[in-house]
C-alpha cells in the first residue's frame, strides 16, 4: 500500500496524504463527483480529473499487486526463488515488466529446450557459449546417445541452440531494451491482400504504406487494424529501415551474451543461434506485442477523445423550461410533431405532410399555428435530418406570417432519437405513443436540455465518437459511463422532474434507487424537501450522503435544498446567517453582503476554507449552472444544398464532433464539412480540442466543394482565399517518398507559422476525409 501510495502521489504531483486520502473515501464507497465537491479539505483539493485518473492507477496497481503476489508463490513453489529475483519483483512497476520476469519460470508445455534438457544437453550450450575456441561438431560428439533422443552431432548441436535460445528469449533486461527499439524505430508497413483492391478500395490510403510505429496518429492505427480484421490489409512490423533493418537487434541479442565473431571455430554457429533467437522467438512475440501496444494507445486516444466530445454534448446550453415544438423531419412519411410544455411532458402530436408527394404546406403551417398558440408554444426545435432544411423553411414561414407567436426556431442533432424511441426506457416514459413520434418528443426535449434528454441514450449511439466500434468496449463504457456522472453531477438536478435515468447517474444513486425516488415522487407528490428522501425505499444513510447536495428541490419549504450546498453543511449557513442578523432567504443572492465576509470566521474542525468559501459562492447565486447561455446558429438564406455552396463563402455553423485531425460543422446543407486541423486557426494546433468542441458556434469559409464524394472543405481561417480551379473540382493528393499519399504529419502546413496557401484542398484534407469516411 505505501508503494501504491508513493506512485499515484508522484504521477499525480500530489501529497502522499492526499492520495491516501482519497483512496480511503473511495474505498468506503464515495464516488468522485462527491470527493471532488464534498471532501476538498479530506483530498487537499483534489479535482475530480485528478481523482479519475487516480482511481483508474488505483485499479492498474492493485491488479499489478495480486498478479506480483501470484507470480511470488509460483516461482517459490517451484523452489526457484532467489532473494535477487525477488527484488526485482517487488519493483517491477508494470504488468509487462512482471511478465517478463516470470516468463522464465511460467509453465508452459514441454518446448524443444525442456527436452533438450532432459537429453543433458545443457552442459553443450554452457560450454559452446562460454568457449567459442571449440569445434561445435568435436564438442557436440560426446553427447550422442540414441536411448535419449540424441541421433547425432546434428540433433546434439540442434538440442543445444533450442535450450540458448529459449534462454536468450526469456531474458527480460534483453526483451525490455528489443521492446523499447522496436517501438522507437520500428517501421509498421501495410498491403493490400491479393484480390482485395476492389472489396477493400474504402482502405486505398494504406494499400501502399508505411509510417513509424511511434508517430501513427489514433485514427490512422485503427483505419490499419480494421482493414486488417476485415482481410484487406496486411501488416508487417520492421526493425528499422534499411536493406537489413534486423541488424541493430541481431547486435543487441549478441552484445547482451558478449557473443561476437572473431573467426572461431563456433562463431558460425553462435551467429546463426542469435539470428534465429531474433527472428523465431523474439520478433514473433514482440511483433505481436507491438501492434497490441499500438492498438492500447489508439484505443485510448480514440476513448479520450469521445469523451472530451461526449463532455462538450452533454454540457451544451440548455434552451431553458419554454413550451417547445419538436419537430422530426420526413418527406413521404411526413414530419412528425410534438408539443412538449415547460417541464418536457407531452402536450400534443401529430402528423403533417409538408414535403413531396403531398405538399400540404399551407395547411401544415395552420396546423402548427394553432398547436403553437394553444400550447404557448416559444421554440420550434428541428432534426437535422432527411429533409431539416426543408422543414426549416416550414418553421421561418410559420414565423413569419404569425409574428404574435414570438417563436424561435432552430434545427438540433437528432443522432440517437431513433435508439431512445425503440428502447424499453422510451415505452415506459411514453406508453402507447408510436415509435416515429417518440423521436419528435425527443428532439423537443434535447433542445430545452440536452443533459436531461441525452443521458437516456446509449453513449455510443450519440454519434461523436471516432472508430467508437473498433476500441476496447469494456473500457470505453467506462469511461463514458464516468463522463456522463461527472457532467450530471456538476450541473445538478431537479429532484422533483428528473427522469430515472438521469437519477440514475447522480453520485450514490443507482438504477433500483432512481426508480424508486420516481415511484415515491408519482405516489406522494413532489417532494418538498430533501429530507423526504429518506422515505424513499431503500433509501440509506450513505445514499442520502453521497447523493443530496447533488439533487435539488426548487421552491421548497427548505431555501437550501435548491441550491449546491450539503445538507450537512446547513449548520455553517446558519452560523453566517446568525452573524449577519439575515435571514437564510434574504441571504440567499444578497451579493452584496456575502462578499464583506471574511470565509475564516466561519470554519471549524469539520468545514474548513474552501467548503466555506464553496458555501459563499453557491449563496450568491443558488443552484446556478455551470452551462453556458443559449445561443444558435444562424444558417445562410439560399445555402440549402451542397450546389449552392461557392469557395470562399463565409458561413456560420455548429461543430458537430472534433477528431485527432480536425472538426466537422453543420453549416445547413445535409453534409458536414470538415475544418482539417491546419486551418482550425492562424497557429500550430497539437489537438483540435484546443481550439473547439461539439457544439460551438464559429464562421467558417468554405476552401472546396467535392459534388461527386459529397465532401466540404472548409478553413477558420478567414482571410485566406480558397484555392482557385473548375468549380467542384477535385485536387490532385501531394505525392511523399516512393509515390506513398503524404501524410498529414509529413506537409509543413502546419509547423508553427500559417501557410500562404490553404492546405486542406490538397493532401491533408483528403486524407482526413478518408479517414472521416471509416469511423
Same mark, same amino acid.
Given at each position: 500500500?505505501?508503494?501504491?501510495?508513493?506512485?499515484?502521489?508522484?504521477?499525480?504531483?500530489?501529497?502522499?496524504?492526499?492520495?491516501?486520502?482519497?483512496?480511503?473515501?473511495?474505498?468506503?464507497?464515495?464516488?468522485?463527483?462527491?470527493?471532488?465537491?464534498?471532501?476538498?479539505?479530506?483530498?487537499?483539493?483534489?479535482?475530480?480529473?485528478?481523482?479519475?485518473?487516480?482511481?483508474?492507477?488505483?485499479?492498474?496497481?492493485?491488479?499489478?499487486?495480486?498478479?506480483?503476489?501470484?507470480?511470488?508463490?509460483?516461482?517459490?513453489?517451484?523452489?526457484?526463488?532467489?532473494?535477487?529475483?525477488?527484488?526485482?519483483?517487488?519493483?517491477?512497476?508494470?504488468?509487462?515488466?512482471?511478465?517478463?520476469?516470470?516468463?522464465?519460470?511460467?509453465?508452459?508445455?514441454?518446448?524443444?529446450?525442456?527436452?533438450?534438457?532432459?537429453?543433458?544437453?545443457?552442459?553443450?550450450?554452457?560450454?559452446?557459449?562460454?568457449?567459442?575456441?571449440?569445434?561445435?561438431?568435436?564438442?557436440?560428439?560426446?553427447?550422442?546417445?540414441?536411448?535419449?533422443?540424441?541421433?547425432?552431432?546434428?540433433?546434439?548441436?540442434?538440442?543445444?541452440?533450442?535450450?540458448?535460445?529459449?534462454?536468450?528469449?526469456?531474458?527480460?533486461?534483453?526483451?525490455?531494451?528489443?521492446?523499447?527499439?522496436?517501438?522507437?524505430?520500428?517501421?509498421?508497413?501495410?498491403?493490400?491482400?491479393?484480390?482485395?483492391?476492389?472489396?477493400?478500395?474504402?482502405?486505398?490510403?494504406?494499400?501502399?504504406?508505411?509510417?513509424?510505429?511511434?508517430?501513427?496518429?489514433?485514427?490512422?492505427?485503427?483505419?490499419?487494424?480494421?482493414?486488417?480484421?476485415?482481410?484487406?490489409?496486411?501488416?508487417?512490423?520492421?526493425?528499422?529501415?534499411?536493406?537489413?533493418?534486423?541488424?541493430?537487434?541481431?547486435?543487441?541479442?549478441?552484445?547482451?551474451?558478449?557473443?561476437?565473431?572473431?573467426?572461431?571455430?563456433?562463431?558460425?554457429?553462435?551467429?546463426?543461434?542469435?539470428?534465429?533467437?531474433?527472428?523465431?522467438?523474439?520478433?514473433?512475440?514482440?511483433?505481436?506485442?507491438?501492434?497490441?501496444?499500438?492498438?492500447?494507445?489508439?484505443?485510448?486516444?480514440?476513448?479520450?477523445?469521445?469523451?472530451?466530445?461526449?463532455?462538450?454534448?452533454?454540457?451544451?446550453?440548455?434552451?431553458?423550461?419554454?413550451?417547445?415544438?419538436?419537430?422530426?423531419?420526413?418527406?413521404?412519411?411526413?414530419?412528425?410533431?410534438?408539443?412538449?410544455?415547460?417541464?418536457?411532458? +407531452?402536450?400534443?402530436?401529430?402528423?403533417?405532410?409538408?414535403?413531396?408527394?403531398?405538399?400540404?404546406?399551407?395547411?401544415?403551417?395552420?396546423?402548427?399555428?394553432?398547436?403553437?398558440?394553444?400550447?404557448?408554444?416559444?421554440?420550434?426545435?428541428?432534426?437535422?435530418?432527411?429533409?431539416?432544411?426543408?422543414?426549416?423553411?416550414?418553421?421561418?414561414?410559420?414565423?413569419?406570417?404569425?409574428?404574435?407567436?414570438?417563436?424561435?426556431?432552430?434545427?438540433?442533432?437528432?443522432?440517437?432519437?431513433? +435508439?431512445?424511441?425503440?428502447?424499453?426506457?422510451?415505452?415506459?416514459?411514453?406508453?402507447?405513443?408510436?415509435?416515429?413520434?417518440?423521436?419528435?418528443?425527443?428532439?423537443?426535449?434535447?433542445?430545452?436540455?440536452?443533459?436531461?434528454?441525452?443521458?437516456?441514450?446509449?453513449?455510443?449511439?450519440?454519434?461523436?465518437?471516432?472508430?467508437?466500434?473498433?476500441?476496447?468496449?469494456?473500457?470505453?463504457?467506462?469511461?463514458?459511463?464516468?463522463?456522463?456522472?461527472?457532467?450530471?453531477?456538476?450541473?445538478?438536478?431537479?429532484?422533483?422532474?428528473?427522469?430515472?435515468?438521469?437519477?440514475?447517474?447522480?453520485?450514490?444513486?443507482?438504477?433500483?434507487?432512481?426508480?424508486?425516488?420516481? %415511484?415515491?415522487?408519482?405516489?406522494?407528490?413532489?417532494?418538498?424537501?430533501?429530507?423526504?428522501?429518506?422515505?424513499?425505499?431503500?433509501?440509506?444513510?450513505?445514499?442520502?450522503?453521497?447523493?443530496?447536495?447533488?439533487?435539488?428541490?426548487?421552491?421548497?419549504?427548505?431555501?437550501?435544498?435548491?441550491?449546491?450546498?450539503?445538507?450537512?453543511?446547513?449548520?455553517?449557513?446558519?452560523?453566517?446567517?446568525?452573524?449577519?442578523?439575515?435571514?437564510?432567504?434574504?441571504?440567499?443572492?444578497?451579493?452584496?453582503?456575502?462578499?464583506?465576509?471574511?470565509?475564516? %470566521?466561519?470554519?471549524?474542525?469539520?468545514?474548513?476554507?474552501?467548503?466555506?468559501?464553496?458555501?459563499?459562492?453557491?449563496?450568491?447565486?443558488?443552484?446556478?449552472?455551470?452551462?453556458?447561455?443559449?445561443?444558435?446558429?444562424?444558417?445562410?438564406?439560399?445555402?440549402?444544398?451542397?450546389?449552392?455552396?461557392?469557395?470562399?463563402?463565409?458561413?456560420?455553423?455548429?461543430?458537430?464532433?472534433?477528431?485527432?485531425?480536425?472538426?466537422?460543422?453543420?453549416?445547413?446543407?445535409?453534409?458536414?464539412?470538415?475544418?482539417?486541423?491546419?486551418?482550425?486557426?492562424?497557429?500550430?494546433?497539437?489537438?483540435?480540442?484546443?481550439?473547439?468542441?461539439?457544439?460551438?458556434?464559429?464562421?467558417?469559409?468554405?476552401?472546396?466543394?467535392?459534388?461527386?464524394?459529397?465532401?466540404?472543405?472548409?478553413?477558420?481561417?478567414?482571410?485566406?482565399?480558397?484555392?482557385?480551379?473548375?468549380?467542384?473540382?477535385?485536387?490532385?493528393?501531394?505525392?511523399?517518398?516512393?509515390? %506513398?499519399?503524404?501524410?498529414?504529419?509529413?506537409?509543413?502546413?502546419?509547423?508553427?507559422?500559417?501557410?500562404?496557401?490553404?492546405?486542406?484542398?490538397?493532401?491533408?484534407?483528403?486524407?482526413?476525409?478518408?479517414?472521416?469516411?471509416?469511423?
Amino acid at each position: 500500500m505505501p508503494n501504491l501510495i508513493e506512485t499515484i502521489s508522484q504521477e499525480l504531483s500530489a501529497r502522499p496524504a492526499q492520495v491516501e486520502a482519497a483512496v480511503r473515501l473511495l474505498d468506503e464507497g464515495a464516488t468522485v463527483p462527491f470527493i471532488a465537491r464534498y471532501r476538498k479539505e479530506v483530498t487537499g483539493g483534489l479535482d475530480d480529473t485528478q481523482l479519475r485518473h487516480l482511481e483508474e492507477r488505483l485499479g492498474y496497481l492493485r491488479e499489478l499487486g495480486e498478479r506480483r503476489v501470484a507470480v511470488l508463490k509460483s516461482i517459490e513453489e517451484q523452489g526457484k526463488l532467489t532473494p535477487e529475483l525477488q527484488a526485482e519483483i517487488a519493483s517491477a512497476d508494470t504488468k509487462q515488466r512482471l511478465e517478463d520476469l516470470y516468463l522464465p519460470y511460467k509453465p508452459k508445455r514441454r518446448t524443444k529446450a525442456q527436452i533438450a534438457r532432459e537429453a543433458g544437453l545443457e552442459p553443450l550450450a554452457d560450454a559452446l557459449l562460454a568457449d567459442p575456441t571449440q569445434t561445435p561438431e568435436s564438442a557436440a560428439a560426446e553427447f550422442v546417445d540414441a536411448a535419449k533422443g540424441v541421433a547425432d552431432t546434428a540433433a546434439a548441436l540442434e538440442g543445444a541452440r533450442q535450450i540458448l535460445m529459449e534462454r536468450f528469449a526469456e531474458d527480460p533486461e534483453l526483451t525490455g531494451r528489443l521492446r523499447d527499439h522496436l517501438w522507437e524505430q520500428g517501421i509498421l508497413v501495410s498491403k493490400v491482400m491479393d484480390g482485395k483492391e476492389q472489396e477493400g478500395n474504402k482502405f486505398s490510403d494504406y494499400f501502399d504504406y508505411r509510417e513509424a510505429v511511434a508517430k501513427i496518429p489514433s485514427h490512422r492505427a485503427l483505419a490499419l487494424f480494421r482493414g486488417r480484421n476485415q482481410g484487406v490489409l496486411s501488416l508487417e512490423l520492421l526493425a528499422g529501415e534499411g536493406e537489413d533493418p534486423d541488424a541493430v537487434c541481431r547486435g543487441m541479442v549478441a552484445s547482451r551474451f558478449e557473443i561476437r565473431h572473431d573467426g572461431r571455430p563456433a562463431d558460425d554457429w553462435l551467429a546463426e543461434t542469435v539470428r534465429k533467437t531474433w527472428r523465431v522467438k523474439l520478433m514473433t512475440r514482440l511483433d505481436l506485442e507491438l501492434k497490441h501496444r499500438l492498438m492500447e494507445s489508439a484505443e485510448e486516444e480514440a476513448i479520450r477523445v469521445f469523451g472530451l466530445n461526449l463532455k462538450a454534448l452533454l454540457l451544451a446550453a440548455p434552451a431553458g423550461r419554454l413550451p417547445t415544438l419538436g419537430l422530426d423531419p420526413g418527406l413521404r412519411t411526413g414530419v412528425k410533431v410534438a408539443v412538449v410544455d415547460a417541464t418536457g411532458k +407531452v402536450a400534443a402530436t401529430d402528423t403533417i405532410y409538408p414535403h413531396a408527394p403531398k405538399n400540404q404546406w399551407d395547411a401544415s403551417i395552420a396546423k402548427l399555428a394553432v398547436l403553437a398558440k394553444a400550447h404557448a408554444v416559444k421554440l420550434i426545435s428541428i432534426g437535422n435530418g432527411t429533409a431539416s432544411r426543408e422543414t426549416d423553411k416550414l418553421a421561418r414561414e410559420l414565423i413569419q406570417r404569425h409574428p404574435e407567436l414570438g417563436l424561435r426556431s432552430l434545427v438540433v442533432s437528432e443522432a440517437g432519437a431513433s +435508439v431512445y424511441s425503440a428502447s424499453e426506457f422510451a415505452s415506459k416514459e411514453l406508453p402507447g405513443m408510436d415509435v416515429s413520434l417518440r423521436g419528435a418528443v425527443s428532439i423537443a426535449r434535447r433542445l430545452q436540455d440536452p443533459l436531461a434528454e441525452l443521458v437516456k441514450i446509449e453513449p455510443k449511439a450519440i454519434g461523436v465518437g471516432q472508430y467508437q466500434h473498433d476500441v476496447n468496449q469494456t473500457r470505453l463504457a467506462r469511461t463514458l459511463d464516468a463522463v456522463v456522472e461527472d457532467c450530471v453531477n456538476a450541473v445538478g438536478v431537479d429532484l422533483n422532474t428528473a427522469s430515472v435515468p438521469l437519477l440514475t447517474q447522480v453520485s450514490g444513486l443507482n438504477r433500483t434507487l432512481a426508480e424508486n425516488i420516481v %415511484q415515491f415522487r408519482e405516489t406522494n407528490g413532489a417532494f418538498a424537501n430533501r429530507k423526504k428522501l429518506m422515505g424513499v425505499s431503500r433509501f440509506g444513510e450513505k445514499a442520502f450522503q453521497l447523493s443530496a447536495g447533488f439533487l435539488r428541490v426548487p421552491d421548497g419549504d427548505e431555501p437550501l435544498d435548491g441550491s449546491a450546498v450539503h445538507p450537512e453543511a446547513y449548520p455553517v449557513v446558519r452560523r453566517i446567517a446568525e452573524f449577519t442578523g439575515k435571514d437564510i432567504r434574504s441571504l440567499i443572492g444578497d451579493t452584496a453582503t456575502l462578499r464583506r465576509l471574511d470565509p475564516k %470566521q466561519f470554519t471549524d474542525e469539520q468545514f474548513g476554507l474552501p467548503t466555506v468559501k464553496d458555501i459563499l459562492s453557491e449563496l450568491e447565486k443558488p443552484g446556478r449552472d455551470p452551462r453556458p447561455e443559449f445561443k444558435t446558429a444562424q444558417f445562410k438564406e439560399g445555402v440549402e444544398t451542397l450546389k449552392d455552396l461557392k469557395p470562399d463563402m463565409i458561413l456560420e455553423g455548429t461543430v458537430t464532433n472534433v477528431t485527432n485531425f480536425g472538426a466537422f460543422v453543420d453549416i445547413g446543407v445535409h453534409q458536414d464539412g470538415l475544418v482539417h486541423i491546419s486551418v482550425l486557426a492562424d497557429r500550430f494546433v497539437k489537438d483540435p480540442h484546443e481550439v473547439v468542441k461539439s457544439g460551438d458556434l464559429v464562421k467558417v469559409k468554405v476552401l472546396e466543394v467535392d459534388l461527386e464524394r459529397k465532401r466540404i472543405a472548409l478553413s477558420m481561417r478567414l482571410g485566406e482565399s480558397a484555392p482557385r480551379g473548375e468549380p467542384g473540382a477535385r485536387s490532385e493528393r501531394p505525392q511523399g517518398r516512393s509515390g %506513398q499519399p503524404r501524410r498529414q504529419g509529413d506537409s509543413s502546413r502546419n509547423r508553427g507559422k500559417p501557410a500562404s496557401a490553404p492546405a486542406p484542398a490538397g493532401g491533408a484534407m483528403a486524407d482526413a476525409f478518408a479517414k472521416a469516411k471509416r469511423r
